[in-house]
């Protein structure tokens, strides 16, 4: 029973991104501003999924700065290779972390956090932003949520 319901919300959010893909091309297509772009997608986001946090962090002077986002307030600067974000960066690679708290050197912006999930946008081969979303669950972010972040943080280039 418990195994069908998550093949069932699995289902779900599949869907879910499928449906907000072409909205959100058609949302940033022609539109050259890229923080403008970021808002109008970390709300689409924030609104689809009820994510805790989602927002990006843009790389500045060596350090991620913090972008257009939604949720509460959170760290301003991350350093290259620190927390969940900056380890992001440095693999340039995604990262997804069922539990915070198992994370060597998680950098916790709100103790409400449990579980985390940062896709790096690549310009020119090098790591601009990451995108980066925050759940109040364990283990709550997938291959799912990697797979089609990915394809929504292309959008931006």
Known sequence: MAEDLNINRQLAKDELYRSLLPQL???????EDRIAN????AAVLKEAFQFWWIGFYLVKD???VLGPFQGPVACTRIGYGK???GTAWEKEEVIIVD???HFPGHIACSSLSRSEIVVPLL???KVSAV???DSEHVAHFDETDSIY???IVQLLK
């Open 149 to 151: 972040l990915q394809q």
């Open 131 to 133: 995108l980066d979303a």
């Open 83 to 85: 927390g969940v974000c």
């Open 38 to 41: 970021m808002a109008n997608v």
């Open 123 to 125: 310009m020119d081969g």
């Open 25 to 31: 091309k058609a949302l940033t297509e022609g539109e």
């Open 62 to 64: 060596g350090e991620l």
């Open 99 to 101: 539990d915070v708290d």
